[in-house]
């Protein structure tokens, strides 16, 4: 690797390269006009499910699952590749410019909710459900969402981005957060091996923040990196992540603003609950990032 030395002042004068140049940029704010679309349901979702995406639909569909019909929500698919997370209308909903998005229209004036744990608490508290009540079980269950929040993007925008997305691979941080990525596994793994769920033997946000990451890490889903890092080492981890994955609302969320892989996986909008059973494949949407 060739040595770098950097400028006292950085600037912006050329691509950074990599699967993601073209919508990277060091200045927030919108870069065009473009109105946001509303259905008739409570909650209005802007996203695309990416692992952070998965995390919210994940959450809406177990809390139809559970009964609670307030939270039928329309799910709206945000071409990041194609930059609609910088239109004016996402931009009122998130100022950071990044999936997922909600808007909370059962309130007034209607509230928005951005970051996908903010999300997944707000939802939580609105409707007493998915995060304990019992005080030592409450904070752990946060706990372990505030270490998702905080770890993912080492995982993620650190070895997931080197080892898949950099336009040329590099030892260094490659080795880097390849360490950072196992010792994190190994923080659950040696959770799990005496807990069912993330805040115990009770299912909650925590376990719906964590399992898009590092359950779809150890199944080969993201990054092309299951031998890499060795999974097989993280038993309880695999354990819980194939627990997870048979919830019939989990199936479902992650379907949910998917426009890659197989077309039976793929449901690009959801405005109902019979979409899972009527959907057809749009064939004007191409695949927007890997998974």
Same mark, same amino acid.
């Given at each position: ?120 608490? !707000? =939802?939580?508290?609105? @409707? $007493?459900? #998915?995060?304990?009540?019992? &005080?030592? %079980?409450?904070?752990?269950? /946060? ?10 993007? !080492? =995982?993620?925008?650190? @070895? $997931?981005? #080197?080892?898949?997305?950099? &336009?040329? %691979?590099?030892?260094?941080? /490659? ?117």
């Amino acid at each position: 690797m060739s040595e770098y030395t950097p400028p006292k002042v950085w600037t912006w004068d050329k691509a950074s390269g990599g699967k993601f140049a073209n919508i990277n940029r060091p200045i927030a704010g919108s870069t065009h006009d473009k109105e946001r679309p509303v259905g008739e349901h409570p909650f209005q979702l802007y996203s695309l499910a990416t692992p952070n995406g998965v995390k919210v639909t994940v959450m809406l569909e177990e809390l139809l699952h559970a009964g609670h019909t307030g939270a039928e929500y329309d799910a709206w698919l945000i071409n990041i590749q194609a930059g609609d997370q910088f239109s004016s209308g996402f931009v009122e909903v998130n100022p950071n410019s990044k999936i997922p998005a909600l808007m909370d229209h059962s309130v007034k004036p209607p509230q928005r909710v951005f970051e996908s744990g903010s999300i997944l608490l !707000y =939802l939580a508290e609105k @409707f $007493g459900a #998915f995060l304990p009540t019992e &005080p030592a %079980k409450r904070t752990e269950a /946060i706990s372990w969402l505030m270490w998702q929040m905080g770890s993912a993007p !080492y =995982l993620g925008g650190g @070895f $997931g981005h #080197f080892y898949a997305y950099a &336009p040329s %691979k590099m030892e260094y941080p /490659i080795d880097r957060f390849a360490m950072e990525t196992k010792r994190q596994l190994d923080v659950l793994n040696r959770y799990l091996a005496e807990n069912e769920f993330m805040a115990g033997d009770e299912y909650s946000i925590a376990d719906m923040a964590i399992w898009p990451w590092y359950g779809a890490v150890v199944k080969g889903l993201v990054y092309d990196a299951a031998e890499f890092l060795a999974v097989h080492e993280y038993e309880h981890v695999l354990r819980w992540t194939n627990q997870i994955a048979k919830r019939p609302a989990v199936k479902r969320g992650r379907m949910v603003n998917r426009a890659w892989g197989e077309a039976s996986s793929q449901l690009h909008e959801r405005h109902a609950a019979s979409d899972f059973e009527t959907k057809t494949a749009d064939k004007s949407v191409k695949q927007v990032v890997g998974d």
